[in-house]
């Protein structure tokens, strides 16, 4: 399948501070960028997305930013709380409508 | 939002038994049902995808006589670990798209442990 890189593999920041997790993809098809949550033992929760015809989107703490040139996309979460602590995969949908997974992001917000 | 269940949660079986994980849309309709794998610390790894009424597609190696996939309905589609080793111990998780989601929704997911 195709590939998509995700940094950090691992954050650890104080609460009330800024998250940010960046993917970078290769197939220039890729039209659907989706970001999900996903507690231990839990499955992955879709949280936010964004199509390719948009360069941003925001939903109340969290952000996705999007540069199709780049082919790179990014999460942003603010004023992080405790309960975003989770594992965070970035994903993306090609023509054949599979997702290709990043690796994921372990966040941990310190209280 | 739309809602996937996954039935078993988890299952303990032994070497040589067959499990069945089950996986239903509550509230919409999938057109299209997905299997994962995910190994501890690891990402989610697509075994097959399904269309309702159709065979279903898998991945390049894995197994599709040793797991087995029925999407019959609208609403149900079934993983079938046949002849289960210990290695086939995984997380498994089922997502769902279709009707009024473009989206892909995933279940809770099923711990399998194969002793």
């Known amino acids: 399948g195709e590939n998509v890189e995700q940094h950090p593999s691992t954050l650890s920041v104080q609460e009330g501070d800024s998250a940010v997790i960046k993917c970078t993809y290769s197939?220039?098809?890729?039209?659907?960028f989706p970001w999900y949550k996903q507690e231990l033992g839990k499955g992955p929760q879709l949280i936010i997305d964004i199509r390719s015809n948009v360069g941003e989107k925001k939903d109340q703490r969290i952000a996705v930013t999007l540069n199709k040139t780049a082919k790179h996309f990014s999460l942003h979460i603010t004023e992080t709380q405790p309960e975003d602590s989770a594992v965070y995969f970035c994903?993306?949908?090609?023509?054949?409508?599979?997702?290709?997974f990043g690796a994921g992001t372990t966040v941990t917000v310190r209280a | 939002g739309a809602v996937v269940s996954q039935h078993p949660s988890w299952v303990i079986c032994k070497s040589g038994t067959s499990v069945k994980i089950e996986c239903r849309s509550l509230d919409f309709q999938a057109t299209t049902m997905f299997w994962y794998r995910q190994f501890p610390k690891q990402s989610l790894m697509l075994m097959a995808t399904s269309n309702e009424g159709s065979k279903a597609t898998y991945e390049q190696g894995v197994e599709k006589d040793k797991f087995l996939i029925n999407h019959a309905s609208l609403t149900l589609s079934t993983l079938t670990v046949t002849s289960a080793h210990p290695e086939d111990s995984s997380f498994y998780i089922c997502?769902?798209?279709?009707?009024?989601?473009?989206?892909?929704?995933f279940g809770p997911g099923t711990r399998l442990t194969v002793t």
């Open positions: 997502s769902a798209s279709g009707g009024a989601y473009v989206e892909q929704y």
């Open positions: 994903a993306f949908r090609s023509n054949d409508y599979k997702l290709s």
């Open positions: 197939d220039s098809a890729s039209n659907y």
